[in-house]
């Protein structure tokens, strides 16, 4: 993958197909620690401990159209390059945690790219799933509850124009005061 | 200095967009509406789907298309990506592979407005696990 915010919107797609209702997506930005951790939670099916042990595996996957899974494999390799740490939870029937942490000045650190076309993709796509985005730095925080949109909206659909269009300048100008990679 | 937007800016955005959003829903009926699936898996994601996807929602908007463009798993074409699945009501959908803003912008100018075929449509004869 090119850039960090690919590999959220990936690993998000694991959660989607597991049937998530509610996923969090978390981004910590350390400079004093050299970390940049990113944290993708979900409550969809889980996995079993036999699944848990293979899913990092790039030739296992549970999709028919493939053979194999190469998203959480990929997501370990690139952190692991920048000197840090992968780990993945998981219990069936209750959801997944995967955690990736980044040297944040690690040479071989992807980018962190385009988070708002991420972001946007993710919220305006899907009704039915909520999300919860939390984005820190030493220079503030970030958070954004879809379920709040969606109130406030009340039966104005997230991906009407207008909508998108506002969802994309406060992701942006949000973003812009706190976020420290590029 | 910019005001950061916050979700008191977005309920006046509610009130304006809410009186056009009652027009809008009389004359939608989903399955007369065109469909895009864009095809959203390591595969595709790592080709440029996201983008693909994000162009096709603004561009269907600029050009005042109604359509609804949704994101899909892997579709097995992955040595294609990205690829889109486009339904136009009435017709069989067809697959599009490596379909890059160019494409995109393409497919729409030919095939959605003056339903012309375009080059780079994938035949669906695939089998999958399941079905061998």
Not at chain 1, 33 to 45: R, S
Not at chain 2, 72 to 93: D, H, N, R, S, V
């Amino acid at each position: 993958m090119k850039d960090l915010s690919l590999h959220i919107l990936d690993i998000v797609q694991n959660s989607i197909r597991a049937k998530a209702k509610l996923i969090g997506i978390e981004i910590t930005e350390l400079p004093k620690e050299n970390h940049l951790i990113i944290t993708i939670t979900d409550d969809g099916t889980g996995m079993s401990p036999e699944q848990l042990k293979s899913a990092i595996d790039p030739f296992y996957t549970s999709r028919t159209t493939r053979k194999v899974g190469l998203g959480l494999s990929l997501f370990k390799q690139n952190a692991e390059m920048t000197g840090g740490t992968f780990s993945l939870e998981s219990e069936l029937g209750k959801g997944t945690k995967v955690t990736a942490t980044f040297g944040l000045n690690h040479l071989d650190r992807p980018v962190m790219g385009d988070l708002v076309g991420t972001l946007l993709l993710l919220i305006c796509s899907s009704e039915a799933i909520d999300y919860v985005f939390k984005h820190q730095t030493p220079s503030g925080e970030f958070v954004l509850y879809t379920r709040e949109i969606k109130q406030t909206l009340e039966n104005v659909p997230l991906n009407h124009p207008e909508v998108r269009s506002f969802l994309k300048e406060m992701l942006h100008e949000n973003l812009e005061q706190i976020q420290i990679s590029e | 200095m910019n005001r950061i937007k916050s979700l008191a800016d977005l309920k006046k955005l509610q009130s304006e967009v809410q009186s056009k959003i009652k027009l809008r829903e009389n004359s939608n009926n989903p399955e007369n509406l065109i469909q895009i699936k864009v095809s959203m898996a390591t595969c595709g994601i790592a080709s440029g789907a996201r983008d693909t996807m994000n162009y096709l929602i603004e561009e269907l908007d600029h050009q005042g298309i109604d359509a609804i463009v949704t994101q899909t798993g892997c579709m097995g074409y992955c040595y294609a990506e990205p690829t889109i699945e486009l339904t136009i009501p009435g017709q069989k959908p067809v697959v599009y592979g490596y379909v890059n803003k160019t494409k995109a912008l393409e497919i729409i100018e030919k095939h959605i407005k003056l339903n012309e075929m375009v080059d780079g449509i994938i035949p669906v004869a695939y089998s999958t696990i399941d079905n061998q």
